[in-house]
């Protein structure tokens, strides 16, 4: 279809334009005549239509259009935007993220009202110093970058309550923020940071802190004066401890600790009165500490993929436990206790070396078909994984142990198998060499070669036959004997 075409079509939407005209005027913009509105909108729809943007997003309607609130142009593959865009004087919410956008359009500064901003995931490598003057903003999001650094101007962004900022190029984060004392979400994930500055204390008023995947090997003792903090996410850094001051978050509710290098968990963390979520994938964990039953609220506990061998008795005291992960580690057994976990609705235990699983599960009425059936799976697969090895015993060669191994690469039997292939390698050493010495000692055919066979394979599979050949050989010699002493 020819741009003509488009444009006559978008004519005859505007029969009733003029009809709307003075209400545009005074929904846009006061400075502008009505010959400039015409034309700006008319350009408007035609960008809209070409770059296939939905009316439900971008109305044609042109009051709808004057008075619209929210903006979501995300996910268009989008360069640029037109500037009448900046007279959409109503807006109060622009999502512009997942584009291609390299700069940040300068029409924005224009929308007064605006309270939320989203540019995330674009290509952007800097932020306009007027972004500061936007001081309505309360959520801004600028979350996967390449930003390397954040403008002075955005400590007047005062009123601002969520700030991600989440996989960009931060090698530190600057005290501009320190002003923003109404934060109650910060997210800082995916950048280069190996330190927490100080200044970040003073964020008082802040609810959710995340700070994922950064080079931190330490938190500062100062992390505990963040006393309003109810969410703290701290995976995928290079932590093998947490600072005593942890224990002063008494209102947090969930932290996530996973993919660190913790080997146990810290005693710091007692203080977390108020915890429900606990996540500790990806640690290298051997057990869970006895004093976990103190976190009476945890509804979640998340702690698959460690080395866990065995869990605490008074597990089942988490009398609120909705949800138990502890699947991928080494288990070889669960307490009897756990039939007492009434609340529990998900209970993963796959991927461990399981030999039983207690009867007391049957208590657990609550769980869901997928953990029923999980536990069932677990019992069917010790079944089926014990008839394998029962049968790779009677067999007893080499290869049905390898077979077992090659289907149960971390199985029950795993250091029995190998033991006995072992054993089996040396009892075919022995043989070959066992035949080899009683092929010989027949060549020679005396007393002193079937005497030598014996002394060495004293169980060997020749024995027997040995023996008869000696007693033979002796006897002979007995006759020999005889015969000449006659003589």
């Not at 309607?61 to 009448?84: F, H, I, M, Q, R």
């Not at 019992?379 to 060669?397: G, L, P, S, V, Y």
């Not at 022995?430 to 005396?446: L, Q, S």
Request: some cysteine.
């Amino acid at each position: 279809m020819t741009i003509e075409k488009t444009y006559i079509q978008l004519l005859e939407r505007f029969d009733n334009y003029d009809v709307y005209l003075d209400n545009i005027q005074k929904v846009l913009s006061h400075k502008s005549t009505p010959a400039t509105i015409s034309n700006n909108i008319k350009q408007l729809m035609i960008w809209a239509d070409k770059h296939h943007i939905a009316e439900r997003r971008l109305p044609r309607d042109l009051y709808a259009l004057g008075t619209l609130k929210k903006l979501d142009l995300s996910n268009c593959e989008l360069t640029y935007l037109p500037e009448v865009l900046g007279e959409l004087k109503n807006l109060i919410s622009l999502d512009l993220g997942s584009n291609m956008l390299e700069v940040v359009p300068t029409w924005i500064q224009n929308l007064e009202n605006l309270e939320e901003l989203s540019l995330y995931k674009n290509t952007l490598s800097q932020l306009p110093e007027w972004i500061g003057d936007l001081e309505k903003l309360t959520k801004l999001d600028l979350g996967s970058n390449k930003l390397r650094n954040i403008p002075q101007s955005m400590s007047k962004l005062i009123n601002l309550k969520e700030f991600y900022i989440s996989n960009n190029r931060l090698i530190f984060f600057p005290s501009t923020i320190e002003n923003l004392k109404n934060l109650d979400a910060l997210y800082i994930s995916n950048n280069n940071l190996d330190t927490l500055p100080m200044w970040m204390q003073n964020l008082t008023s802040i609810k959710k802190l995340k700070i994922s995947n950064n080079p931190l090997k330490k938190l500062p003792e100062w992390i505990g004066n963040l006393s309003d903090l109810k969410e703290l996410t701290i995976d995928n850094n290079a932590l093998s401890q947490l600072p005593d001051s942890i224990g002063n978050l008494t209102q947090l509710e969930s932290l996530n600790i996973s993919y660190n290098a913790f080997d146990h968990l810290p005693e710091s963390l007692r203080g977390l009165k108020s915890l429900k979520r606990l996540t500790l994938l990806g640690n290298s964990l051997t057990q869970l500490p006895s004093w976990i039953e103190e976190f009476e609220n945890l509804e979640l506990l998340v702690a698959r993929w460690n080395r866990l061998s065995t869990l605490p008795q008074n597990i089942s005291q988490l009398q609120h436990l909705v949800k138990l992960d502890v699947g991928n580690n080494k288990l070889i057994s669960l307490p009897e206790s756990i039939g007492n976990m009434h609340t529990l609705k998900v209970l993963l235990i796959d991927k461990n070396n399981l030999t039983s699983v207690p009867d007391s599960l049957s208590y657990l009425h609550n769980l869901d078909d997928p953990s029923y059936k999980g536990i069932l799976t677990v019992r069917q697969a010790i079944e089926k994984e014990t008839m394998f090895w029962m049968k790779a015993k009677m067999q007893h060669t080499k290869e049905s142990f390898e077979n077992y191994l090659s289907s149960y690469p971390s199985g029950l039997f795993q250091q029995e198998a190998i033991k006995m292939i072992d054993t089996i390698i040396r009892e075919q050493h022995v043989k070959v060499h066992d035949n080899k010495v009683w092929y010989e000692a027949c060549e020679h055919n005396t007393i002193a070669a079937y005497e030598s066979y014996l002394y060495h394979f004293p169980n060997g599979q020749y024995y027997l036959e040995c023996k008869e050949k000696l007693a033979l050989l002796r006897s002979k010699n007995r006759f020999s004997f005889k015969k000449v002493f006659q003589k």
